[in-house]
């Protein structure tokens, strides 16, 4: 056995498995609203009043770093399966973390927005 | 027909040739859908970017998008999106419950679920594209 072996992969697949059992749930609830009820004429009213409850505040500040944290875990998985020297790995990793988190902060930014209303 | 061992697709097209079965075809069109939805992940933020410039603004791209074309085209990202869920969670459970024998069948419940699923939004998606 290869004492060296990470144990973030390990994790890594666990917290894919975590993540997307959400996404499964939360998609199917977001798609649901979207796209099977009246919201599918959708504008920036419907979409305000949606944000003035808690529950969906709550929902969309699991939902944006769940999502981001699937996409860019997979990608890495993908990135992965090509072998990359180890350097490139690193890098690649921390470029990932750093793109993830932004977009998690415009993500809740973006979600101020849409709760402030116009 | 695949001769090449690398390259960027020839590494999966060797995979899924030397043993094209349900388990590597359905691990191909995982990997397919999750780059598909990654790029679209980020459209998807682009889009809900506009709300910052302001309501107008943001109305002004949801009605550009509820064009007839993307009407259709949202069949496609709700085909992409649903195999991938439904797929994911047939490996979750595989992985979680030691389902790994009977994924097969597994596989094939999760598909009649998505043609379910996509003959009902296939149906209510293209009568809102031909009700322009």
């Given at each position: 056995m290869n004492e060296k072996i990470s144990k973030s992969s390990a994790y890594g697949w666990l917290l894919q498995r975590i993540t997307g059992i959400f996404l499964a749930f939360f998609l199917i609830l977001h798609f649901q609203v979207l796209h099977f009820?009246?919201?599918?004429?959708?504008d920036f009213s419907v979409v305000t009043q949606r944000m003035n409850s808690t529950g969906w505040v709550i929902f969309y500040c699991i939902f944006v770093p769940a999502g981001l944290f699937h996409a860019f875990n997979g990608a890495w998985q993908v990135i992965h399966d090509y072998r990359p020297k180890a350097g490139t790995q690193s890098a690649v990793k921390t470029l990932l973390w750093i793109l993830g988190i932004a977009i998690s902060v415009w993500g809740y930014y973006l979600i101020i927005t849409f709760t402030k209303g116009a | 027909m695949f001769e090449s061992k690398s390259g960027f697709f020839g590494k999966y097209a060797e995979e899924v040739r030397l043993n094209p079965n349900v388990g590597n075809w359905s691990w191909l069109l995982h990997r397919i859908t999750g780059v598909i939805l990654v790029i679209y992940l980020f459209m998807h933020f682009f889009a809900l970017s506009s709300s910052t410039a302001g309501a107008n603004k943001f109305n002004t791209w949801i009605s550009t998008l509820q064009s007839p074309l993307l009407h259709v085209l949202e069949i496609g990202l709700a085909a992409v999106v649903a195999f991938h869920l439904l797929n994911g969670l047939r490996i979750t459970v595989a992985d979680f419950f030691f389902l790994t024998k009977p994924h097969k069948t597994i596989f094939w419940v999760a598909m009649i679920i998505f043609l379910i699923f996509m003959v009902i939004t296939a149906v209510v998606f293209l009568g809102r594209a031909f009700s322009h």
């Open positions: 009820t009246k919201e599918w004429k959708l | -």
